[in-house]
């Protein structure tokens, strides 16, 4: 089985701090996705990764940015965490063309 | 971009037979239909995928229309444990640019299941 780790379960951040989360998958996909969960709102897409080093933007990217310097690990970064960012957040992976994502158990981050 | 609509919650009974209609009006030609299933504090999980006609795997059933215009979710004889989100999703497999291709999870159905 594919398995998507996210590094934090939960993690608490003060205003203005750089925030990194990390995912790791282990099953060689090429693409990997970054969303944010709020009640009422759904799964956001923030950023996605069809390739090392590369990004493109998803539907909510300001605020954040991402890393993705090897396969197996995307991170998404907050430059200056505000308290709009708290949020569940999901990581995912998938090879390209395949029938499905696999997510992670997701990070809960709240910033005070 | 094409985007879904579902019905926010559903109540059922154990045992009975669960379909949850999407509707996906704009889906454009190399889009696929997917639904995945989400339980509370947990990531969500891939039931099934189609691109039209009918698709069945150990867990559901997919119906898609001749016109792709909406999808059924069909899950047979549920249980308790079924209680959850599901999601219809609607996109390439592969992630274009984000001006080109985008997936979009809608608002989710919550289906309850009552003994």
């Known amino acids: 089985d594919v398995k998507v780790t996210q590094s934090s379960r939960y993690l608490v951040k003060r205003t203005g701090e750089k925030v990194f989360l990390e995912c790791v998958q282990d099953?060689?996909?090429?693409?990997m996705f970054w969303y944010r969960q709020d009640p009422g709102l759904g799964l956001r897409l923030i950023y996605f990764s069809y390739d090392v080093k590369m990004k493109e933007k998803g539907d909510i990217p300001e605020g954040y940015s991402v890393s993705r310097e090897k396969k197996e690990r995307f991170s998404l970064i907050l430059e200056s965490a505000s308290t709009n960012q708290t949020s569940m957040y999901l990581c995912a992976s998938s090879l390209r063309g395949s029938d499905g994502y696999t997510f992670g158990s997701g990070t809960r981050l709240t910033v005070v | 971009l094409a985007k879904t609509t579902q019905p926010i919650s559903m109540d059922s009974y154990e045992g009975q037979e669960v379909n949850i209609t999407c509707s996906h009006n704009?889906?454009?030609?190399?889009?696929?239909i997917t639904w995945y299933q989400q339980f509370p504090s947990q990531g969500p999980r891939f039931i099934i995928q189609?691109?039209?006609t009918k698709v069945t795997n150990e867990v559901a059933s997919l119906f898609i229309p001749a016109d792709r215009k909406s999808s059924t979710l069909s899950l047979p004889r549920v249980s308790l444990s079924d209680t959850a989100v599901y999601y219809c999703l609607v996109g390439p497999l592969v992630p274009f640019s984000s001006n080109t291709g985008k997936l979009i999870f809608g608002q989710g159905t919550t289906l309850q299941v009552k003994p």
């Open positions: 189609g691109y039209k």
């Open positions: 704009n889906i454009a030609t190399n889009d696929y």
């Open positions: 099953m060689d996909h090429e693409n």
